[in-house]
């Protein structure tokens, strides 16, 4: 009895601790948040995933500026077509960028005579600033050897006194190195007077009526030519005699396409040549006024009798 009862007390025990945690564990579950498996997504696709928004929300609209770095990069980018030698293209760049100096000073280094393109470009972007960039490009000039063109920076912009003191360190004046007017420099060859115009023109006229004279003279000699060739071609056409086979011929007649043997008159075609009895052809003429070989025409007044 007693080992009934310690048996029957323990499986008690057991069973309350198991409903125990059971109840705890069920609690857990209920507690614990529900997980959220995302959709499939094929290889080497980027993740996106549409969220719906819990409350209206106004769109925002972002239109920044270009950023610094943007900045220095289109700065970087008229640094090396000013490099490159492509000045203008330069000018371009930095003036985007708000870079006035850099604009003048890629105008001013395609010569001296761009020099006043140059100055206005200051006055123009950057007229609270002029003097003191005119001496600041005046000075990059200097220093990068130009020193003439530092010297007219100066001088075209007022500052005689400056630049003198520029030209002082090559052993030149303002006056040596001065800015001129564009003369138009006229080749030998347009500089002909009046007369001898004339006299060109006349002696070219001369010999337009000479070439004329010229090629008249050789038409009417081609003409005359073509008419005796024709004249010749239409004599031999007209004078073909009849003729008597004093042997059998190698060739046959043309229309009864039989051997013309010894003795039997017969014509060529004046065209091609080929031999036909008399008979025959101008029987053939009378139906067909054509060569049964050639196809070119006939007539009985070709043939002699």
């Given amino acids: 009895m007693e080992y009934g009862l310690l048996i029957f007390l323990i499986f008690i025990a057991l069973s309350l601790i198991v409903a125990a945690r059971a109840g705890i564990k069920s609690k857990q579950k209920k507690q614990a948040p529900k997980k959220r ?140 190195i001065a800015l001129g007017e564009v003369v138009e420099v006229t080749s030998i060859e347009q500089i002909v007077s009046e007369e001898e115009m004339a006299d060109t023109q006349k002696s070219l006229e001369e010999l337009e009526v000479i070439a004329a004279e010229t090629k008249e003279t050789e038409e009417d000699e081609i003409i005359i030519k073509e008419k005796e060739k024709k004249v010749v071609e239409v004599k031999r056409i007209t004078t073909q005699p009849l003729k008597i086979a004093t042997s059998a011929l190698e060739d046959r007649c043309s229309v009864c396409m039989s051997p013309i043997k010894a003795g039997e008159s017969f014509v060529r075609c004046p065209h091609c040549e080929i031999p036909s009895h008399y008979s025959h052809i101008v029987e053939w003429i009378k139906v067909k006024p054509q060569c049964p070989n050639c196809r070119k025409k006939l007539v009985s007044k070709m043939f002699q009798e």
Avoid: C, H, W
């Fill in 37 to 176: 498996y995302k959709p499939y997504q094929p290889y080497g696709q980027q993740e996106s995933i549409v969220q719906t928004p819990t409350r209206a929300t106004t769109p925002r609209q972002v239109s920044a500026p270009p950023s610094q770095s943007e900045s220095r990069a289109a700065y970087a980018s008229a640094d090396e077509f000013f490099r490159a030698g492509m000045y203008d293209r330069a000018k371009e760049e930095y003036l985007k960028t708000g870079r006035v100096f850099g604009a003048a000073k890629s105008i001013a280094a395609k010569g001296r005579e761009f020099i006043p393109d140059a100055l206005q470009i200051i006055s123009r972007y950057a007229p609270e600033r002029e003097e003191e960039m005119v001496r600041n490009l005046s000075r990059y000039f200097f220093d990068s050897g130009e020193t003439e063109i530092s010297a007219l920076i100066l001088s075209e912009s007022g500052l005689t006194g400056e630049a003198d003191a520029v030209l002082a360190t090559i052993g030149k004046t303002i006056d040596d």
